[in-house]
């Protein structure tokens, strides 16, 4: 069983900042990569960023510059550091994450969601 829980949601003025958590714990072998997806009402999950176990970063281009992704392998734990932020960041964030269990199992997992929201 592996859960991921996710914090550092809310409510930020234009070119503000926040910085989501998520921690994957459970009966994790592996933790292959984590990330970040978003989704507004009416449309799909889109990918924000992505981190993989060793390193490797790739991010959408419309936060390109704006947004940071890290991660702490030791706590399973992936982060999102969101500058500069716009009104057309206003989402609701997912955690995402490709995890081997310690039963040989490999599946994605995903977070309950946080809201982010942009306004004057």
């Known amino acids: 069983q592996v859960q991921l829980v996710e914090s550092g949601g809310g409510l930020v003025q234009p070119g503000g900042s926040l910085r989501l958590s998520c921690a994957a714990s459970?009966?994790?072998?592996?933790?292959?990569?984590m990330g970040w997806y978003r989704q507004a009402p009416g449309k799909e999950r889109e990918l924000v960023a992505r981190?993989?176990?060793?390193?490797?970063?790739n991010y959408a281009d419309s936060v390109k510059g704006r947004f940071t992704i890290s991660r702490d392998n030791a706590k399973n734990t992936v982060y999102l550091q969101m500058d500069s932020l716009k009104f057309e960041d206003t989402d609701v964030y997912y955690c995402?994450?490709?995890?081997?269990?310690?039963?040989?199992?490999?599946?994605?997992?995903w977070g309950q969601g946080t809201q982010v929201t942009v306004s004057s």
């Open positions: 981190i993989t176990l060793s390193g490797r970063t």
């Open positions: 459970g009966s994790i072998f592996s933790n292959y990569a």
């Open positions: 995402n994450a490709d995890i081997s269990t310690n039963s040989g199992r490999r599946s994605t997992y």
